[in-house]
């Protein structure tokens, strides 16, 4: 009983897998009740496709393969767009505040997939990018506008003892950045910068409206041709459940090694 109530991580596991059994009694309780007949097996061909040279991913491997360079790509951007934001907003530049607090306004006030059209069928052929391109570079404005904040708020937090000390030491504000404040922002901002990472994995499946085939939209494109509805979106729900908790275990990792005693 101490374990089930405990915060440790394999209190969590135990009552994460406690949850899912539940879910999955309820949902065959009620297929049994529809009188629905499950087809998992047709899904196999869908992950593993035989080739004449052998085995090859299928299109739910694919996809999911499009997600995570979908995810990779634009946290990176996300994270150095939030950073130069961040700066902007804390600059002594009248001009750099004001850029920075429009962006932000525009980005966290309008749609996702708004601004995911706008830039596919405005920017895109004026730049002439591709699809996969311009959800990347959607993506990462909408979430370096909520990365921006969380940074800034890493960087506030720094103690102002810190930044007189690095004065009287004669260091410039770059070096004072990239030496003191930024290191220990880092530690203060990555579970938070871990929540956006996850919130990012999911809003990635909104570039399947512009036709990226990343694994939601190879899920409708396998729904079309099997009908295969309940299968395959609980199929790509469950996919897209493991990428965020182990990234979420990936975060939590970092966290603990960048946490030093006493802090």
């Not at 596991?13 to 629905?36: H, K, P, T």
């Amino acid at each position: 009983m101490r374990l089930f109530f405990s915060h440790s991580p394999v209190s969590a596991w135990i009552r994460f897998l406690l949850f899912l059994s539940v879910c999955a009694g309820v949902l065959w309780r009620g297929s049994e009740r529809m009188g629905y007949n499950w087809h998992w097996r047709a899904l196999g061909g869908y992950f593993v496709v035989r080739g004449p040279d052998g085995l090859y991913p299928g299109p739910l491997v694919q996809g999911l393969v499009v997600t995570l360079e979908i995810t990779l790509f634009s946290l990176l951007l996300s994270a150095l767009i939030g950073l130069v934001v961040a700066l902007l907003r804390l600059s002594p530049s009248r001009l750099g505040r004001w850029l920075a607090r429009g962006y932000l306004e525009v980005i966290r006030n309008t749609p996702l997939l708004v601004q995911i059209f706008f830039a596919y069928f405005v920017m895109a052929p004026i730049l002439d990018l591709g699809r996969f391109t311009t959800g990347v570079l959607a993506l990462s404005v909408f979430e370096g506008a909520y990365a921006s904040e969380i940074i800034r708020g890493g960087i506030i937090s720094v103690d102002k003892g810190q930044w007189e000390a690095a004065h009287s030491l004669g260091l410039g504000t770059g070096l004072i950045y990239r030496k003191i404040v930024l290191p220990q922002a880092l530690r203060k901002v990555l579970a938070p910068l871990a929540s956006q990472a996850v919130s990012l994995l999911k809003d990635s499946a909104l570039v399947s409206t512009i036709a990226v085939y990343e694994l939601t939209m190879q899920g409708r494109t396998i729904i079309a041709e099997t009908f295969l509805t309940f299968e395959v979106w609980f199929t790509v729900a469950a996919l897209y459940l493991i990428m965020a908790l182990l990234l979420s275990l990936v975060a939590d990792r970092l966290e603990r090694t960048l946490t030093l005693p006493g802090t």
